[in-house]
């Protein structure tokens, strides 16, 4: 069994966060391992405070994991501040740098950029954008925005179906090439597009349309988490990236197809149906 590590917060609701992304590990058959970068305090009902964690027990966790159980792929979330996105930072520079030793490869690293809730509550400071642009980006090999999150990080703006391609390859091209040689590839989701279509752009700058058909839910908290957890995990397992990004998209699709309503307001998915009992 392959482990994976997710750095993200912490949801008390489970529907996003580390304990969504343990249970899409689990789901894939992957031993999944956490490091908490802020304690949220919300529900199906929305976000109410945020409390990062401290930059010094981020990197403690980190290096107390990375020391007895290294990871085969790491998927990124919330980050909260500009020194959490710091110690993330040093901390891909000393991971890549020693898997590539041992492998003779790359291994995955797939970004959630976190940036605003669905409430509007900003989940990354100014600093922390700028930051995760200039420095984080380079270092990862996937991110999956959303369109207001792609829009932010390209610099182009992102009204409709045909901005996203634009708007992908501005993202790839603006971002530094790794030290490795590596480009960024943009797995961006369209779910508020009609249809919800998602465009990946390849590593290599070839762009594909994913279909994508609408799902009637109210239990809709962490898609986006889920798709970036459900892509690394398939990427992990060995599969070509498009073919990962399908199977991520199918695995979310059945997730929302079959959740139960919990909560009052967005509840979530129902993560664990690759393992449930029929």
């Known amino acids: ?64 994991l990375d020391q007895d159980l290294p990871p085969a792929g790491i998927k990124i979330g919330l980050l909260a501040t500009e020194s959490n996105v710091l110690v993330i930072c040093e901390y891909l520079e000393k991971y890549q740098l020693k898997h590539w030793h041992r492998t003779e490869g790359r291994l ?38 959303n369109l207001a999150e792609l829009a932010v990080l390209s610099g182009v703006e992102v009204a409709g179906r045909d901005d996203l391609p634009r708007a992908c390859r501005a993202l790839q091209t603006r971002t530094a090439i790794s030290p490795d040689g590596h480009r960024l590839g943009v797995f961006a989701t369209g779910g508020h597009l009609d249809p919800p279509d998602d465009y990946l752009l390849l590593p290599t700058g070839e762009g594909l349309w994913l279909p994508g058909s609408r799902v009637v839910t109210r239990s809709t908290h962490g898609t986006g988490c889920a798709l970036s957890s459900a892509f690394l995990s398939r990427l992990v397992l060995g599969d070509a990236p498009r073919q990962a990004a399908q199977s991520a998209k199918l695995y979310v699709a059945t997730a929302l197809q079959s959740a139960i309503q919990i909560g009052a307001g967005h509840g979530p998915m129902n993560h664990l149906w690759p393992i449930s009992k029929p």
């Open 108 to 145: 995955p690293v797939v970004l959630d950029p976190v940036l605003r809730s669905t409430s509007g509550r900003e989940l990354l400071d100014p600093a922390g954008v700028t930051l995760l642009r200039d420095r984080l980006l380079p270092q990862v090999d996937w991110i999956t925005p």
């Open 1 to 64: 069994m392959q482990t994976v590590l997710t750095i993200a917060g912490f949801d008390p609701s489970s529907g996003a966060g580390v304990t969504a992304d343990l249970m899409v590990f689990a789901a894939h058959s992957l031993f999944g391992t956490a490091c908490i970068t802020a304690l949220t305090v919300q529900s199906t009902l929305g976000v109410r405070s945020i409390h990062p964690t401290s930059s010094a027990v981020l990197r403690a966790t980190l290096d107390c």
